[in-house]
């Protein structure tokens, strides 16, 4: 391994002088950084962070805690945090919980045992304040994305899923629906209780009755084909007047898993059954587009979460907590019609 001694040597400079050249630090003169600069690059020389670490007490790492990889939305957050973290000289070590509260923990010991300087997390549930308590014990602040937690002090980049599903709903009213289901995901997470909110709040509004049995509770860690394919046909067994004609699907992976049930039942979307539901769904977007989606800013997401969190590492004078709520577009498209009075 090249060390400082190698390229003093080679420059016919100090090792101190190297020292100073590597972390940009004292007076150096132009034409002997060149020469350092030189030597390092003709040796391939790659700084020791680990030893740096020791010193500056800063391992200029972040730890990323996202519940699905696999969802195009998080994998947009991961891209926008990855890109942020560049630009400020971070990086990032990411994590993948499933959706699963003890594989949350064991990650929220690996970020501790890594020392990362900081964490932006997705919670997997409410009960995740205890794991962003035990970061705080370790010194690491958090940032929450996507969703909060009760009792959290700190700083969140949310969306706004009561807008959406607000909006998504009144796009299904105005086509002349008045049966609308809710698919939604568990109530223990912040997003869900805050769409079912939108979607109640706005048959209310428009004087349609709020039907139990329309409204239904779906694990985000069945994501296998078909997942959704008992509640849908508990939906589409009701009498033909009281049959959903549209389903508000809480997010986009629930989205395919009805729309694959429906067609197993030999059910047309959006010629039988009208379907919206929050977030992109990828590579469709940008070929044939077709589910009526509220698209969330996903990279932004990243981005801000990530510059508010080195904001926090860096700035000693930031005390109160910030929080910002970014609304989502609306795109209508083919999987939503009219329907016939």
């Given at each position: 391994m090249v060390t400082i001694y190698d390229i003093a040597k080679k420059a016919k400079v100090s090792p101190m002088t190297v020292s100073r050249v590597i972390n940009n630090s004292g007076n150096i003169r132009v034409a002997t950084r060149e020469k350092v600069e030189?030597?390092?690059?003709?040796?391939?020389?790659?700084?020791?962070?680990?030893?740096?670490s020791l010193t500056s007490n800063q391992t200029k790492t972040l730890g990323l805690i996202l519940t699905d990889i696999t969802n195009p939305f998080f994998a947009k957050v991961a891209r926008g945090a990855e890109a942020k973290a560049m630009e400020t000289g971070?990086?990032?070590l990411l994590a993948n919980t499933d959706e699963d509260f003890e594989k949350e923990k064991s990650y929220t010991d690996m970020m501790i045992s890594a020392r990362v300087d900081g964490v932006i997390m997705t919670p997997t549930n409410d009960e995740s304040l205890k794991h962003v308590e035990r970061l705080n014990q370790h010194n690491i602040p958090t940032v929450l994305l996507?969703?909060?937690?009760?009792?959290?002090?700190?700083d969140c980049v949310l969306g706004d899923s009561y807008k959406g599903s607000r909006e998504l709903v009144r796009h299904l009213i105005d086509y002349g629906h008045k049966n609308i289901a809710l698919?939604?995901?568990?109530?223990?997470?912040?997003?869900?209780?805050?769409?079912?909110r939108g979607y109640v709040?706005?048959?209310?509004?428009n004087d349609l009755p709020i039907h139990e049995n329309y409204i239904s509770e779906f694990d985000f860690r069945s994501m296998e084909p078909h997942a959704a394919h008992s509640i849908v046909e508990k939906l589409m067994s009701l009498d033909e007047d009281?049959?959903?004609t549209?389903?508000?699907?809480?997010?986009?992976?629930?989205?395919?898993?009805?729309?694959?049930s429906l067609r197993q039942?030999?059910?047309r979307v959006p010629e039988d059954v009208s379907i919206v539901c929050f977030d992109e769904i990828e590579p469709v977007e940008y070929f044939d587009p077709f589910f009526t989606v509220a698209a969330q800013p996903a990279t932004e997401f990243g981005k801000i979460s990530l510059q508010y969190l080195v904001e926090r590492l860096e700035n000693d004078g930031l005390e109160q907590s910030r929080k910002v709520i970014l609304p989502p577009d609306i795109h209508i498209r083919k999987s939503t019609q009219r329907i016939e009075e």
């Open positions: 030189k030597a390092i690059k003709e040796l391939g020389y790659i700084p020791n962070e680990a030893a740096r971070y990086r990032i996507d969703r909060t937690v009760e009792g959290f002090e700190g698919v939604n995901g568990p109530r223990n997470i912040s997003t869900s209780r805050e769409r079912e709040e706005t048959l209310k509004l009281k049959r959903p549209a389903i508000f699907a809480s997010n986009n992976f629930i989205a395919i898993s009805v729309i694959q039942m030999n059910l």
